[in-house]
């Protein structure tokens, strides 16, 4: 039984969350587009994980882009596939995978990065620069909130 009365859904703070994160996410599929980048914001994500520190394994992928481990393995085989990431079996484990992006992968960063800015650029002609302090301050603390939850 719900405590929420009818008709007030939309009006809930994680209703408002993950329908700013959906219309965020179309705008960057948008500008991927538009820049002719065949990759979706969830790929741009881990690809961005992936550049800023080459080797990781598919947990610490994870961990980091916060995915489950199920998506973040669908996102790297669609990658790899592309040819933008190559896995490499670890000499010390052989479970674990370092993954690295090809050269591939490093143009399509390269070539998105602009499509990202504009993106950036649009938001913040929607907020003031002080309105998106607010904003970043307020979701920090929100994060910091939930995790102490649970």
Not at 44 to 67: C, D, H
Request: charged share 25%; with cysteine.
């Amino acid at each position: 039984m719900s405590t929420t009365p009818p008709g007030t859904d939309r009006e809930l703070l994680g209703y408002k969350l993950a329908r700013t994160n959906w219309y965020q996410r179309n705008l960057l599929s948008y500008l991927f587009k538009k820049y002719q980048v065949t990759i979706t914001s969830e790929q741009w994500v881990i690809l961005k994980v992936i550049a800023s520190s080459p080797g990781l394994s598919q947990t610490e992928i994870s961990q980091r882009s916060l995915k489950e481990k199920t998506n973040v393995t669908r996102i790297l085989d669609g990658l790899e596939k592309k040819q933008y990431i190559v896995r490499t079996r670890s000499n010390e484990d052989r479970r674990r995978f370092s993954i690295t992006l090809t050269q591939s992968g490093v143009a399509v960063l390269e070539t998105v990065t602009p499509a990202v800015i504009q993106g950036e650029a649009s938001l913040h002609k929607v907020l003031t620069q002080e309105e998106v302090k607010t904003l970043k301050r307020l979701l920090d603390k929100l994060c910091v909130g939930i995790q102490s939850i649970t």
